[in-house]
């Protein structure tokens, strides 16, 4: 089983829809979630922390869910520059002494006018 | 915004070939990492490294690889003889502490193996 999944897309949406992807984990013993954003061919840059209570940044909405193992991240209001690949990235125990963080396949969004 | 940078942006090699790829990391930054991306596919952790020392390495990091900080501002990662199977982007990135969850990434190195 992957690590991390992510249905890979691509989700196409019209502009000012609103749009969920969705990732799971194996690790049980995960500790931190993350959502980045990767545009095409470039370098992935962190969106937003994922924590349990949920937690909102503008548009973006992001939930965790401990007991399914579960994460997801809700956009809404669509607009063209969300267009781009969203990395679903967990750490395990150990990354906190380590740093490494594993990624998901990516979801890709391409929102049309 | 401070900014990691990398360079080169596109490196070609032919196969059994030594590359370095240099990387800049944010100046007060005192943790680093290596990260591939093969095309079409998910970013990999490489290394991790802190105090001159590899903190964790993947199994895709093999005696093939290793990571220098020759300065107080250059990190390298060189690959002593490339495969066709290196072929990929490779993301520097650096960050404030292992705990902390903002990896700044560079704008990657574009490998190709011929």
């Known amino acids: 089983r992957k690590e991390v999944e992510q249905d890979p897309g691509p989700f196409n949406v019209p502009e000012g829809a609103t749009v969920a992807f969705n990732c799971t984990y194996s690790?049980?013993?995960?500790?931190?979630f993350f959502w980045y954003r990767q545009d095409c061919r470039k370098e992935p840059k962190l969106l937003m922390s994922?924590?349990?209570s949920g937690n909102e940044d503008g548009r973006f909405t992001a939930q965790l869910n401990r007991a399914s193992q579960y994460i997801s991240l809700l956009i809404r209001d669509s607009k063209l520059s969300d267009s781009a690949t969203y990395l679903c990235v967990v750490t395990d125990h150990g990354s906190s002494n380590t740093g490494k963080l594993i990624f998901g396949q990516g979801t890709t969004l391409q929102v049309k006018p | 915004e401070p900014e990691v940078t990398q360079t080169p942006s596109h490196q070609v090699t032919q196969m059994g070939q030594e590359v370095i790829l240099r990387c800049v990391p944010i100046s007060n930054h005192l943790y680093f990492y290596w990260y591939r991306q093969i095309l079409g596919q998910k970013v990999e952790f490489l290394v991790s490294?802190?105090?001159?020392?590899?903190?964790?390495k993947s199994e895709i990091f093999d005696d093939q690889f290793s990571v220098e900080r020759p300065d107080g501002s250059n990190f390298t990662l060189k690959i002593r003889s490339t495969k066709l199977e290196d072929s990929a982007m490779y993301f520097c990135?650096?960050?404030?502490?292992?705990?902390?969850?903002?990896?700044?990434f560079g704008p990657g190195t574009r490998l190709t193996v011929l």
């Open positions: 490294f802190y105090n001159n020392e590899i903190s964790e």
């Open positions: 690790n049980s013993a995960s500790q931190s």
């Open positions: 994922v924590y349990s």
């Open positions: 990135a650096s960050s404030e502490a292992f705990s902390k969850p903002h990896r700044y």
